[in-house]
Every structure is written in structure tokens, then in C-alpha cells.
């Protein structure tokens, strides 16, 4: 299989746990695994929206394993996700301090995942 998709369906099958961790029930998930208190129906509103997001990227990253005209699109919008999700841990890191240390492995785990997928973009052609 060509590694570009293989990525791809890897990237979606690991950030599918966070987006459901994030939305289908915010107030027990996100107690246990950070200790947020969730308890307005305004904040499960934006983790479930939130989750929707991650949720609908990882479709595309399937479509992009599936088909081959979306393959190259699909690691773009890869690339940028991790990336812009790790600018943002990254510039909470600088003014907030340190989080969870769970909230670090993302950002490790993000930094490693948008670069794997700039490498494999940057590939003329897929791997087999």
C-alpha cells in the first residue's frame, strides 16, 4: 500500500479516541482524563463541536486513503491540522505554562505527524 494512504488511515484511526473523548461525553471524559469540570451545556456544546471537526477531517483523510485524486489534498489538510494544532499548544506553553502532561504527548505526537505527512507530500511519488 502506498505509504501516503497508509498515513493517512493511521492519522485518522489514532485521532478518532481524542475527537470521541472530546464530544460524546465531555463532563466524564474530559474530568477523567484532565480534570475539567464541564458542566454548562455552552462548553459540552463547543467539545461536541469540536469533536465534529476532528471527526469530519478524519473522513477526509479516509477519502484521501481511498481515493487517489484526494490523496495529496488530504495530507495538506493533515499537515496543516497537526501543525496548527501544535502553534496553538505551543503558544499556550509560552503564556499559560504547562499543562497536563497527556496535553504534551499530543503536542509531541502532532509536531511528528504534521512532519511525517510534509515528508510524504514532498515525495514525487507514492510509495508502495
Known sequence: MDQRKLFLIVAAVGLTPIALSYGVSPASSLQYLFGIS????????????????????VGFWIAGALFEQLT?????????????LAAGRVLSLALD???NWLLLVY??????????????????????
Not at 38 to 57: C, D, K, P, Q
Not at 107 to 128: T, V, W, Y
Request: charged share 10%; glycine share 10%; hydrophobic share 55%.
Open 38 to 57: 464541564v458542566e454548562s451545556t455552552e462548553l459540552t456544546h463547543i467539545f461536541r463541536a469540536i469533536m465534529g471537526l476532528y471527526l469530519a477531517l
Open 72 to 84: 495529496v489534498p488530504a495530507l495538506w489538510s493533515l499537515i496543516l491540522f497537526m501543525f496548527g
Open 97 to 99: 505554562g504547562f499543562p
Open 107 to 128: 503536542l509531541g505526537l502532532e509536531l511528528a505527524f504534521g512532519a511525517i505527512g510534509f515528508r510524504l507530500l514532498r515525495s514525487n511519488s507514492p510509495s508502495k
